[in-house]
């Protein structure tokens, strides 16, 4: 099988997707009040560019791939890009992350599309908390979308939440509860600095340590070993329960060394590092004359499919060593 190694031996097999720059929520850490300018619609990638690039990168050696936003269900028939990844041959895991609030009407068709696993980004058990830092959100229909995602026989179901002082840390303890009753895994991850995030870090930025210590002097734990679709997190048991927790510390313990993830941008930018590297954008590559579409995928020429391979590796070797926590990027254009 083809690898894809960059310039410091770190072997990449991940790509992160985001499908959409729209959102239905406005969360404090993610979008300014007065929300964002979007993407023109000329200028996102369409599924069948999508679809394409999956089918290409697959035969340089990437097999995970993770849909993600803005809201990635904001988009008009996002089932369909699913099944045609999910048929890509080569496509050993698809997941997406989503904020869970139309899980109810899409987990259905989401799974039967071919959808490995759901995480969904969580950052309180509050519904008033819930709406203050989405801006208006329903914690309600969250909880729907869960139960919906468990009746349709999803498994490895994880919870995001980012941690952060004054606003939701004091609902630690809470969130760990949820793993002993319930077979879901709850992550942990600290807050980055992004350009929204910037005024709110210094305030506002929690230790992952700090969490662990909170957890562990409430209950016993166990470590759990790494388990495939887990990443960086690093993994742990109330011992006795059901579900896990993760613990993801990007900031004060970057994973830097062991990262093996590129994204993609709605708008077809090939990105090294969330934060930091550099970025090279393929969309004129795919959208160069000669292109054919067939079966919901674009035929890519030999000329592509050269230039395609020279931007992917000059990504991968745009990869910072290891990243500084922080940058001007605008997480929801990104993919997160």
């Known amino acids: 099988m083809k690898r894809m190694i960059d310039k410091n031996l770190r072997t990449v097999n991940y790509l992160r997707i985001s499908v959409t720059d729209m959102c239905n929520l406005r969360c404090i850490y993610c979008r300014p009040k007065e929300g964002l300018s979007l993407f023109e619609r000329k200028e996102i990638l369409t599924f069948e560019e999508i679809c394409s690039i999956v089918r290409y990168s697959v035969n340089l050696g990437i097999h995970k791939f993770r849909l993600t936003g803005g809201e990635p269900l904001a988009r008009k028939g996002i089932e369909s890009l699913v099944r045609c990844m999910a048929g890509v041959s080569g496509v050993e895991d698809l997941a997406m992350t989503t904020n869970g609030i139309l899980l109810k009407k899409y987990a259905a068709e989401l799974k039967n599309a071919g959808l490995s696993r759901i995480n969904i980004s969580l950052d309180t058990l509050n519904a008033e908390k819930y709406s203050k830092i989405t801006r208006g959100g329903s914690l309600e229909a969250v909880f729907s979308g869960i139960e919906e995602v468990k009746k349709v026989g999803f498994k490895n179901l994880k919870i995001n939440v980012v941690i952060m002082a004054g606003v939701n840390d004091d609902e630690i303890e809470e969130f760990a509860q949820l793993t002993i009753d319930k ?63 993760g613990f993801i510390n990007a900031v004060s313990n970057p994973f830097c060394s062991n990262c093996n993830r590129l994204r993609l941008t709605s708008d077809g930018k090939l990105r090294s590092c969330l934060l930091e590297g550099g970025e090279v954008d393929i969309k004129p590559i795919i959208r160069e004359q000669g292109a054919s579409i067939a079966n919901r995928s674009i035929e890519f020429s030999d000329h592509q499919k050269e230039e395609l391979c020279e931007a992917f590796y000059k990504v991968i070797n745009m990869k910072p060593k290891a990243h500084e926590g922080s940058s001007d990027v605008v997480m929801s254009q990104v993919g997160g």
Request: hydrophobic fraction near 40%.
């Open 183 to 245: 077979n879901i895994e709850v992550r942990f991850i600290e807050l980055m600095a992004t350009r929204n995030k910037k005024k709110l870090k210094g305030a506002s930025f929690f230790p992952v340590d700090m969490v662990v210590e909170r957890i562990k002097r409430q209950w016993e734990t166990e470590p759990l070993l790494a388990k495939s679709g887990n990443g960086p997190a690093k993994r742990f048991r109330i011992i006795g329960s059901k579900g896990s927790l």
